[in-house]
């Protein structure tokens, strides 16, 4: 079975500009999770999505959306980049969505705002 | 109250020894502790997990020790090797929170075993 797979691994922007990131989940998972890395703040929770709805969200601003589609590959959006954007972005899926499923992540898209 | 809290932040173990990493949260709602591994370049993979009706669970090398009134968790590698090097993260969940997958992780502790 194929992993998760995110693209583009890695993406260079400038300031203001915005970014769309995808995340193919494991065949058969209906539920997306998005996550920020950085050496700061470690891992941290953006938000979750099952069959196309948005289950619950992070201490994220507005700048930083998402959505899934009918086939549960999902994309992550940020607008106007700030610098402390720059992180490393991985993308976690499940079979199911619950406090109990076991989370497969991507290698993650390594995002620089210059 | 959302935090977990995760010590060392690095580990230095010798092969053949034993490494422990220590985690603590505040939030009783909590109660799905895994715990992940992460190696450069990759994204992080579940290496064990535990929920809070039992005191330890052992799989292979790998122990998860859990302390539920002391709000404790550890995980201790046996028989270290330096293929286990890595970044190790524990992570908490609740249940309550809309029944979500929401994991909140610790910071990290970045553990080389040397040969």
């Known amino acids: 079975k194929a992993g998760v797979t995110q693209t583009p691994r890695y993406l260079i922007k400038t300031r203001g500009q915005q970014v769309t990131l995808s995340c193919s989940p494991i065949s058969g998972h209906r539920s997306v999770s998005w996550y920020q890395q950085t050496p700061g703040q470690g891992l941290q929770f953006l938000f979750e999505y099952f069959s196309e709805t948005q289950r619950n969200k992070g201490n994220f601003p507005g700048r930083f959306s998402g959505r899934q589609f009918s086939n549960s590959r999902s994309e992550m959006n940020v607008s106007t980049l700030e610098l402390g954007d720059s992180a490393l972005y991985l993308c976690?899926?499940?079979?199911?969505?619950?406090?109990?499923?076991?989370?497969?992540f991507g290698p993650g898209t390594r995002l620089t705002v210059l | 109250q959302q935090q977990v809290k995760q010590s060392p932040q690095s580990l230095i173990v010798q092969k053949g020894g034993i490494s422990i990493i220590n985690c603590a949260y505040e939030?009783?709602?909590?109660?799905?502790f895994p715990w992940y591994q992460q190696f450069p370049g990759k994204g992080p993979a579940l290496l064990i997990a535990?929920?809070?009706?039992?005191s330890e669970k052992k799989e292979g090398r790998f122990t998860i020790s859990f302390n539920k009134s002391a709000k404790q968790f550890s995980l201790h590698i046996m028989d270290s090797q330096p293929g286990d090097s890595a970044t190790y993260f524990c992570?908490?969940?609740?249940?309550?929170?809309?029944?979500?997958?929401?994991?909140?992780f610790g910071t990290g502790t970045l553990l080389a075993v040397q040969p």
């Open positions: 992570a908490a969940s609740s249940p309550l929170v809309g029944a979500t997958n929401k994991l909140i």
């Open positions: 535990i929920r809070p009706d039992v």
């Open positions: 976690a899926s499940s079979f199911t969505s619950g406090a109990y499923n076991e989370q497969f």
């Open positions: 939030n009783t709602a909590f109660d799905y």
